[in-house]
C-alpha cells in the first residue's frame, strides 16, 4: 500500500462501482490498490482475461466506459499489447475474484492526444476499477 492518495472505492466485487476523489489532482505514476483480493486462479502476462470495468476520468463522475453499463463484460489477452499499457501492467499478477483501482497517466493511457470522441483529453489521468472474472492461459 503506496501513501500515494487513490480514489475511494465501494470494496464490493461485482457490484456497481461508486468512486470518490481524495484530491482534485491526480498522482504523477501508475499506481493500482486491490480493493477486494480474490481467490481465484492468478492472472499472468499473456493470459486471456475477462473483466467488467468502469472507467472515468481522475475527478469526474461519468463514465467514459463502463462495462458495468452495458451489462457485459469483455475478454481480452492482457499483457500482450491488446488494451493500454496500464492496464497490461497492472492487472498480471492479481487472482480472479479480485477488484482493482487503478490511476493510469497518459503515458499509460492514450498517450498525449487522449481520445477526443470519448472526451478524454492528452492530460487526463484516468481511473478504471476493473473485476476479474475469470483468466484463461493462453499457451
Known amino acids: 500500500m503506496s501513501d500515494t492518495a487513490m480514489p475511494t472505492v465501494n470494496a464490493e466485487f461485482g457490484a456497481y462501482p461508486q468512486i470518490s476523489f481524495p484530491t482534485p489532482e491526480a498522482p504523477a505514476g501508475l499506481y493500482c490498490e486491490e480493493i477486494v483480493e480474490g481467490d481465484g486462479p492468478m492472472v499472468r502476462k ?8 468502469h472507467g472515468v476520468i481522475w475527478g469526474k463522475d461519468k ?44 503515458q499509460y493511457g492514450y498517450g498525449s492526444y487522449g481520445v477526443p470522441q470519448a472526451g478524454i483529453g492528452g492530460t487526463d489521468t484516468l481511473v478504471f476499477v476493473i473485476d476479474i472474472i475469470s483468466t484463461t492461459s493462453a499457451r
Not at 499473456?46 to 470495468?53: L, M, S
Open 63 to 106: 463514465p467514459f466506459d463502463s462495462s458495468f453499463d452495458r451489462h457485459q463484460p469483455i475478454d481480452f489477452g492482457i499483457g500482450v499489447g491488446q488494451v493500454i499499457k496500464g492496464w497490461d501492467n497492472t492487472v498480471p499478477g492479481h487472482n480472479v475474484g479480485s477488484r482493482l483501482v487503478v490511476s493510469i497517466p497518459p
Open 46 to 53: 499473456g493470459d486471456i482475461v475477462t473483466v467488467n470495468y
